[in-house]
């Protein structure tokens, strides 16, 4: 007890004191979850609208697909995605393995799906009557998908939040792909993992806090969007 009491304390001390090392995983986990779940809403809303609007052969086989990707193991996309980024692989002269982008990438490949599904969900649960109106208005069809869209826009941002809080956790991409190289590929789940395999429990344990810090705002901000 004494050694958890001990190593909470030198925990908390590292964080009030705004130590590099915590604070450089820190910034490296925000920005490329920040880039990858924008990158991921980019493609990830419109298909989402597309699927959940769109009356077309095959729309039952893209919701199952998008089911399955959202349950997509992390290790299995670093694998894939390892395999591409590597010298011997088609996008090895690129030179992006254990770079920042090639962990967005990862990222950005389990954020989508998580933000077409509930972009789907907002669409799908909203008034048909919002869509018809603008049409009768003389909205084109993608301006009406458009007022759509903002019209369940909290739901909108609920798909961003959650696929936020999936990456910014998640560790066999980063890992896998970023290498975890200190200070350019390090976020705080791999180095949690590194620090604590090698006996520094307290420095795992103020990125765990602040992880948790991270995690808990997601989900209160997500909360409150689902009440809205």
Known sequence: MDYLLASLGTALSMIIQLDPEVLSAVWVSLYTSLAAILLAAVVGIPAGAVIGLGRFPGRRLSMTLLNTLMALPTVVVGLVLFGLFSRQGPLGPLGLLFT??????????????????????????????????ALTLGASRLRGAWQLLLEVRFGVMAAIVAGFGRVIAEVGVAMMLGGNIRGTTRTMTTAIALETSKGEFAFGLALGIVLMAVALIVNLFLHLLQQR
């Open 100 to 133: 920042p982008w090639a962990m967005i990438a990862g990222q950005v490949v389990l954020a989508t799906p998580i933000v077409a599904n509930y972009t789907v969900a907002a669409v799908t649960g909203a008034d048909p009557r919002i869509l018809h109106t």
